[in-house]
């Protein structure tokens, strides 16, 4: 385990030649990591993450394809401009990186915040998508309109404690709509927040080590980072505006879901999504599924998009 959190050391602590680079594109200054051979495989992350929680499938997976994981706008070691946080913006940041590095064609897999900009990509640029995977998450519809804001004892807990019942309470959602006073709470804060949120969505928060922790939290430590990144939540609501006009994504898209309970909302949203739809379930994992279960999914994308026959692990 690399003793320094730099983008530069992380990268080159990984087995399969990644390196740690930087591209203007569109306006925004765009951080990604890339090693291995072959065809083009993208990778997105989610909040309050980097790249980093890649980190224990991308030397498998650089063993078949060229492996590049990006930060998003407003993520990690990328720009974070004033606005364009809409996942259809930040899939065009995706497609314009992709085409400067001179891939027509990739396939893309995304987890949390990452899924949703995944699937905008699929959505707005199809030609340039051959197969679409989506890790715990799908993208913003009218059904996050539903989610409550409040504990319902009896239903997602017991009198009233997120941390008791079988759902989860998604306070977040909710936290990260307000404008500057999160930043001004979590400011120097964050290991905080990446720890509490590890250990309420993790079925084994030891999975993430305190150094994976320490990555993430440092990502996360100003007023401006936590600010743009809030921007991801707050455009919620102009991503399902834009979801409305898209049509299902015609790529191959499979949703893979912890086994708390996410591959069953994959199984309700996803059909209605997609016209080549397949849902897997990881046993024994939480939402950080790459980091909680990594076997398990490097299997399935493996097998998914078509670099190797998996092995058998639920």
Known sequence: MPSSTSDAELARSLEGGFVSRHAEVGGVRLHYVEGGQGDPLVLLGGWPQTWWE???????????????????????????????????????????????????????????????????FAANHPASTRRIALLDIAHPDERFYDYPLLPVPGRQQVDGDIHAGPGRFLWWFAFNQVPDLPGRLLAGRSRLLVDWMIDYLAADPATISDHDREVYARAYATEDAIRAAGAWYRAFAQDIVDEKTYAPVTAPLLGVGGGEG?????????????????????ADSGHYLPEERPEAVIDHLMRFFGARTPLVRP
Not at 56 to 71: F, G, Q, S, T
Not at 262 to 282: I, N, Q, S, Y
Request: glycine share 16%.
């Open 262 to 282: 996410g591959h069953r909302l994959l199984e309700a949203v996803l059909p209605g999504k997609g016209t080549d739809v397949e849902v897997v379930a990881v």
């Open 54 to 120: 890649f980190h224990k499938i991308m030397p498998a997976l650089a063993e078949h394809r060229r492996v590049i994981a990006v930060d998003l706008r407003g993520m990690g070691g990328s720009g974070a401009p004033a606005g364009g946080y809409d996942k259809k913006t930040m899939a065009g940041d995706v497609h314009a990186l992709m085409r400067r590095l001179g891939h027509d064609r990739v396939d893309i897999a995304g987890h949390d915040i990452g899924g949703m900009v995944a699937y905008a």
